[in-house]
Nanobody
Framework: QVQVVESGGGLVQAGGSLRLSCTAS????????MGWFRQAPGKEREGVSC????????YYADSVKGRFTISRDNAKNTVFLQMNSLKPEDTAMYYC???????????????????????WGQGTQVTVSS
């Protein structure tokens, strides 16, 4: 049974940092593109960042470029999202997901369709206070 588990969320002041982790079990992620998505109350889910199976290709939403960094450790079956200079508008539930298409494709990362990203975690809450 595949499980994807996010951790590292919390409450932080604006300008602060958090590091999210995503660990998969029952699934070897080294063939998968991994993505981070977020959903704020009353808003649609949006793609935040993706990383290819090798880590050689990444995607970032314009709203997080220069502040967030995605990375992965395939040996530990884990993906990370380092979030710096956090803003109140970053407040959301953050989800990690796995896409069998190991190459980063902007469209797939922007929309995060369940038809593409087959495995999802339950999410970790990030709250940024002003």
């Amino acid at each position: 049974q595949v499980q994807v588990v996010e951790s590292g969320g919390g409450l932080v002041q604006a300008g602060g940092s958090l590091r999210l982790s995503c660990t998969a079990s029952g699934l070897a992620i080294d063939d998968y593109t991994m993505g981070w998505f977020r959903q704020a109350p009353g808003k649609e889910r949006e793609g935040v960042s993706c990383i290819s199976w090798s880590g050689g290709s990444t995607y970032y939403a314009d709203s997080v470029k220069g502040r967030f960094t995605i990375s992965r450790d395939n040996a530990k079956n884990t993906v990370f999202l380092q979030m710096n200079s956090l803003k109140p508008e970053d407040t959301a539930m953050y989800y990690c997901a796995a896409d069998k298409w190991g190459v980063v494709t902007t469209t797939r990362c922007v929309f995060g369709s369940s038809a593409d990203f087959a495995y999802w975690g339950q999410g970790t809450q990030v709250t940024v206070s002003s």
